[in-house]
């Protein structure tokens, strides 16, 4: 237990004075900083540049029609429902609208076939152009109210028709995905990165220790159980400490730029986790990334070489991708209580992002919670202890790195 | 103290390793451990040190099964290595403590090794920024800062200057004055010679021969005799097949008959001109050869 609190400090400290840890951490805080001033930054250049585009004239847009009526209809109604654009009836016909694109006088052209039918004309189609959608559901609306008088209607009885709108409410009684789902998905892509990136870490660290020929004194200086453990609470704690960093400048931040952010409510939902969920959050962080942490550890015990770690932490890093790609699919078609899902709930090395998003996104009775949280905290502890004995295994093998069942054989030996 | 190692085997998968190793080592001596590279040395040493178990054999301390609790070993692997980007106080403090010692005890003892061993200007030094020979002296401290009982050294003196090598020898005897168990693993025989009272050969995962230095050459066949002669080219005609010339230009003359030593003692004399007459001790070398050599 001594040994093991040396260890964990030592790791601990090696974090922290870490330029890397050090740089990426305050990288990233500068980075959510600028995120939340968006807004704020935004306002203060849109204000600056709102000024001079008052005087430059607006774009021209052309309507033409055979039907001279038709065609004073579709102005009028256009010249309304686009604000920006100076609306013109095209005098020369369709080839002359086109000519007029062509040299600029104007951006664009609607020629009317009948009231319900035109042809678009623009000189290069912008990838956010919705000119089209506008004229579709303003066109819509002239052809109806036209249709309606005609049979009889007043103007006024038929607006009223089309302007009629329904009222709903909407209440969930259980959980409301869209509420949910972007806390749920920020803290699953956090446990997916933090995951990779800190087993990365451990495993370099096993390996380094081992190819610098360290590993031959710690192991007669040290237990093995105690320098796994160690190591790896550590990473868990510098993990920890770096998303703390990071996602506490996160709510600063937003407190200070709460008004500008206004009522968005996804960035709100993201900020109002609820506490019962924080505190499953924290739980599902932890063990899942002490289980993945573990056997990153054992995996930089085998290999002899720093350039062997890439290849041989495969297996567990595609494992990995594999929970994680399952539960993001479950989570973006919102259905969150297939079999799949729940029966990856169970199982350790996917329980920890499965079972969280199903208690985000979904009801789940607490039992199965429990069951869950139990499997996952015994088989994190049986992993930390078969992976300190591969450990133990593994640092004294040079050479090719052996293959997992020779390593498993020999940890059953020993 | 006394320790004994009592049949240790060992096998990695179908591989014996270790075929009943057995020694004793007594504390206020150094035993030299010796054998061919992949003999078993670094296996029962890493037994010993109880970093795996052994498959059969005992390992006892005056007589009853050794407790790790309290016995502390130091080493010096023949491997060196520590982390060559941390400062120099930083690891050997964190190796005392892993070895048992509270902060200001290892801090304590620490700097007093890194003044005897006269590194204490690269306390704060990153290892990597140090000679290959100073990070050898630095990897010392580690063995020795938590005052072990027993001391092994493998290969301590590759790499370092004769200053040094001085120095070393200094903190050894030291040690073993101190009444500590030093093990001594090398390939530098003179320097075995030198410190060990006692050895034991190991070859192919055995003990091929164990026992007190003195003794092992006492018993080796007096059956040769050196002769040292200004002109030896009629004392080898004279004894044909039986002489042959060593490095030094000595001649060494194999007796058909030691019972009868005296006698042909006598008649060199008499015959030719002789320097010098003895009979032939082996080295330590000559005794490793002949426990390990190819032909056994």
Not at chain 2, 211 to 240: C, H, S, T, W
Request: charge should be negative.
């Amino acid at each position: 237990m001594k040994q093991f609190s040396k260890i964990l400090k030592f790791e601990l400290k090696n974090y922290c004075k870490n330029k890397i840890f050090i740089g990426v951490t305050l990288f990233l805080v500068i980075a959510i900083a600028v995120l939340m001033f968006i807004p704020n930054l935004a306002a203060f250049f849109s204000s600056e540049e709102a000024q001079p585009s008052e005087g430059t004239p607006a774009s021209v847009m052309l309507v033409c029609a055979e039907d001279a009526e038709l065609a004073a209809l579709v102005q009028s109604s256009f010249a309304a429902a686009f604000p920006d654009y100076e609306v013109k009836l095209a005098a020369g016909g369709a080839e002359d609208a086109k000519a007029q694109i062509v040299s600029g006088e104007a951006e664009c052209a609607f020629v009317m076939d009948t009231a319900a039918s035109y042809t678009y004309y623009v000189n290069n189609l912008s990838m956010y152009d919705t000119n089209c959608t506008v004229a579709d559901t303003v066109l819509q609306e002239v052809y109806r109210t036209t249709a309606m008088v005609a049979s009889g209607m007043t103007p006024e009885q038929a607006g009223e028709i089309l302007s009629v709108q329904v009222e709903s409410r909407t209440e969930a009684l259980g959980k409301d995905q869209m509420e949910n789902f972007f806390y749920t998905y920020i803290m699953i892509f956090a446990l997916y990165m933090v995951i990779l990136l800190y087993g990365q870490m451990v495993a370099t660290n096993v390996a380094t220790e081992k190819s610098s020929r360290a590993m031959e004194l710690l192991i007669t200086s040290a237990n093995p159980t105690a320098m796994m453990f160690g190591k790896v609470l550590a990473s868990c704690i510098a993990g920890l400490i770096q998303l703390t960093a990071v996602f506490g400048s996160a709510v600063l931040f937003y407190q200070i730029n709460r008004s500008a952010w206004g009522d968005n409510e996804i960035i709100a939902s993201i900020f109002n986790i609820p506490l019962p969920l924080f505190i499953f959050l924290l739980v599902f962080f932890v063990l899942g990334f002490l289980i993945y942490a573990f056997l990153y550890g054992a995996i930089g015990s085998t290999a002899s070489k720093l350039e062997d770690i890439n290849t041989s932490v495969m297996p567990i890093t595609f494992l990995f991708i594999i929970a994680f790609m399952v539960v993001v699919l479950s989570m973006t078609s919102g259905n969150t209580d297939s079999i799949l899902i729940k029966v990856c709930s169970y199982i350790p090395f996917t329980s920890p992002m499965a079972m969280f998003t199903r208690i985000c996104m979904s009801t789940v009775p607490w039992y199965e919670i429990a069951v869950s949280i139990a499997i996952l905290i015994g088989s994190t502890v049986g992993i930390g202890i078969l992976s300190a004995k591969i450990y133990r295994v593994g640092v004294l093998l040079y050479g090719t790195p052996p293959k997992p069942a020779a390593i498993l054989k020999a940890v059953w030996k020993a | 103290m006394r320790l004994e190692l009592a049949d240790i085997e060992k096998s990695f998968g179908e591989k014996r390793v270790l075929k009943g190793v057995s020694f004793t080592a007594d504390g206020g001596k150094a035993f030299g451990l010796l054998g061919r590279n992949g003999a078993g040395k670094t296996t029962s040493i890493r037994i010993l040190m109880n970093v795996f178990p052994a498959d059969g054999g005992e390992i006892r301390i005056d007589g009853i099964p050794i407790d790790y609790r309290k016995i502390r070993f130091g080493y010096l692997p023949e491997e060196r290595g520590l982390y060559p980007k941390k400062p120099v106080i930083d690891q050997l403090v964190y190796f005392a403590e892993l070895k048992g010692m509270n902060r200001t005890d290892a801090i304590k003892a620490v700097d007093y090794w890194l003044k005897r061993l006269e590194m204490s200007e690269y306390r704060g030094k990153r290892l990597d920024t140090l000679s290959k020979g100073n990070q050898q002296k630095i990897q010392l401290v580690t063995a020795l800062a938590h005052d072990p009982e027993i001391v092994i050294l493998d290969e301590p003196f590759s790499g370092l200057d004769p200053v040094n090598a001085m120095l070393l020898k200094n903190v050894v005897k030291e040690q073993i004055t101190r009444g500590k168990i030093v093990l001594f693993s090398s390939h530098q025989m003179n320097y075995i010679e030198e410190f060990c009272d006692s050895i034991g050969i190991i070859h192919d995962g055995k003990v091929a021969i164990c026992g007190d230095l003195r003794d092992i050459k006492r018993d080796y066949p007096r059956d040769r005799l050196v002769v040292a002669a200004q002109n030896p080219e009629p004392i080898r005609a004279d004894f044909g097949d039986a002489c042959t010339v060593c490095e030094d230009g000595a001649l060494l003359i194999r007796l058909d008959c030691p019972d009868r030593k005296q006698e042909v003692m006598k008649r060199l004399v008499e015959r030719y001109d002789v320097d010098e007459i003895k009979v032939f001790e082996p080295s330590l070398n000559d005794i490793f050869i002949e426990y390990t050599g190819e032909q056994r």
